[in-house]
């Protein structure tokens, strides 16, 4: 203890604060997070700043000074500091680590890659026209590797292609026409490192959350209530109208396959006899016209 | 079937369907008649409109033919 | 198509579908019978599978059923 | 409808469908009986497999026309 | 399902769905009637057009069959 | 819907489904309990296998059948 | 399942579907609550039409049917 007061006494001031600010962040909000913000313009930062300026405070700060904080808190927020990248801001939030993480995945907004970046996916090039008219940039986009042709006085790309693997860097010519084509493969934002919760620190593979498998399951499991619920003749007000339908359905089927002569059968009776004289009529009248009525 | 086979036959000729014809068209063909089968048909039609239950039987008929080419 | 019903009543009832049997039964009904027209049908319906050409009807029924419904 | 609701019903129960039973079951819901229709019914469905006569469609014929989309 | 039935039983006779008539009609029918059930069915169809829900059965079988070939 | 999916939570989670459990789990959720209701559907799934009233399309027996024809 | 299930059961009565309500009926249900799978959960279904999800169930049930035969 000695030795860190000693320590701590030679940072300045602006410094202390800075710590005791952020420590004072952690501390007042429910759940912070590690941002990484390496390769993102000062601009959007200020942009995501203001639009999630109800739900969450972005803060950037030197990493040390970060470290430091950390460090001075308890529980197992210290570990946090794995997390801490080149560049990395810190987010605080009310809100569950989980919101927090989408709240992040929807400032991401699609941008151009740069000469010698890796393609984080397969980029691909889809058939169809460009806005451009005839002109150099037919032999610019070919010698990037682009099949591009005229086509309607329009250049217009030939073929759809995949003109970078995935893993693979982007060349500067393929680059800058993919800038031209307005292709832009990289989507770039706010990267949630690891949230702090409540002792718990949660990474992104966690805080991935799959919407469209949750709609799913609640679309089994309102299958599955639908369906018992039924099966068992258990009636709610969500079922009751169908179970009724059943009943009446089976009934009728009874009525109609066993030939019940009841009234509420009668015409579909009826009208199956209809279907099947008239059925077997078509084919007697295929052997002989003379074999059936003229109305047949 | 052969109660409503027998009932559309005496309707299609024009003729009124009563227990007692019911019964004549059947046993004609051989038919052991139920009585209470056929007291239950002449009961079931009251108040039926035929024709319109086979005009109904008209719009399933292209189904009919539908169905085997599946 | 009362000639049609006769033969289906005869089928039904495990009967030979005869020139005989359809006089019978028409006249059962109270029906006139052309003799030609029930020669005709006995003969086309040699060739017939009547089984068959009931169960493609059978499909049909349904949607006189489901009609009032709309 | 009534008398084959009280059919299915009893079937659902396990019990026999017989000319009583379905007198008791429509009387319980207060409604008076035609004995030829009960007879009738039963009559109707003796030999019918009910689970059988039920799962099979009576009335889907929309459904054998749509099928061929399929 | 037989609880079921008794509903459509009564409604078919013109009768109110009640507690007593379930019981009445299902204990006809030589059934050990649950009294929770008898109230439970009661309440759910407090409110619900049955004729509507019926006329629901006749769409149900085509939707059903037709939804695989979407 | 409240009771069934009240079931079908503790059957998931391997628990017996009893009057009282059902309660307790519809309270948790800030639900008032209808004791009749909870006890109807004791009732109604005694002796039933879940997994398989699950897995059983419910009502589309017509759609089931009519469906081989295509 | 029993998180959706717990969730549903919530949304059916008309309840805000938060962690601690989650973790309320899971937990009366004998159930150890997960906090992150809650957490998620709640996350997850604030961007999920729950009334979306149940219309396209009562569809899709019938379809399930009619499926395995053809």
């Known amino acids: ?155 217009a790309v030939k073929e759809t292609k995949v003109v970078c693997k995935a893993g693979e860097a982007v060349p500067q010519k393929l680059a800058t026409m993919l800038s031209k084509l307005e292709i832009y493969p990289l989507i770039v934002g706010l990267d949630l490192r690891a949230a702090y919760d409540d002792g718990t620190i949660y990474e992104p593979e966690l805080l991935a959350v799959d919407e469209s498998k949750y709609f799913s399951d609640i679309i089994r499991a309102a299958q599955n209530a639908f369906n018992l619920s039924v099966n068992t003749a258990y009636p709610t007000g969500a079922t009751i109208g169908t179970l009724l339908a059943k009943a009446y359905a089976e009934s009728k089927s009874l009525g109609v396959n066993a030939v019940i002569l009841e009234p509420g059968v009668m015409d579909s009776l009826l009208a199956k006899a209809h279907v099947q004289m008239t059925s077997v009529a078509s084919e007697a009248a295929e052997k002989d016209a003379n074999a059936v009525d003229d109305d047949l | 079937m052969e109660y409503i086979y027998a009932a559309l036959l005496l309707h299609n000729a024009g003729k009124a369907i009563t227990e007692e014809a019911i019964t004549a068209v059947l046993q004609a063909a051989g038919i052991e008649v139920n009585e209470a089968r056929a007291k239950a048909l002449v009961a079931a039609l009251e108040g039926v409109d035929i024709e319109e239950a086979i005009a109904k039987a008209a719009f399933a008929a292209p189904a009919a033919a539908a169905a085997p080419a599946a």
């Open chain 1, 1 to 155: 203890m000695a030795e860190e007061r000693h320590h701590t006494e030679h940072i300045p001031q602006w410094k202390k604060d800075e710590i005791e600010n952020i420590k004072e962040l952690i501390q007042s909000h429910k759940v912070f997070g590690m941002v990484r913000i390496e390769g993102i313009l000062a601009t959007k930062i200020q942009k995501i700043r203001r639009d999630l300026k109800d739900v969450a405070v972005l803060k950037v700060s030197r990493n040390t000074l970060t470290e430091r904080a950390l460090n001075q808190l308890g529980e197992s927020i210290p570990e946090m500091t794995r997390y801490l990248d080149n560049q990395t801001a810190l987010i605080f939030t009310n809100e569950s680590p989980f919101k927090l993480y989408k709240l992040l995945e929807q400032t991401k907004t699609p941008s151009p890659i740069k000469a010698g970046a890796i393609a984080p996916e397969d980029i691909i090039v889809q058939k169809g026209p460009t806005s451009f008219p005839p002109g150099p940039i037919l032999g610019e986009l070919q010698s990037a590797g682009i099949p591009a042709s005229i086509d309607a006085g329009k250049v």
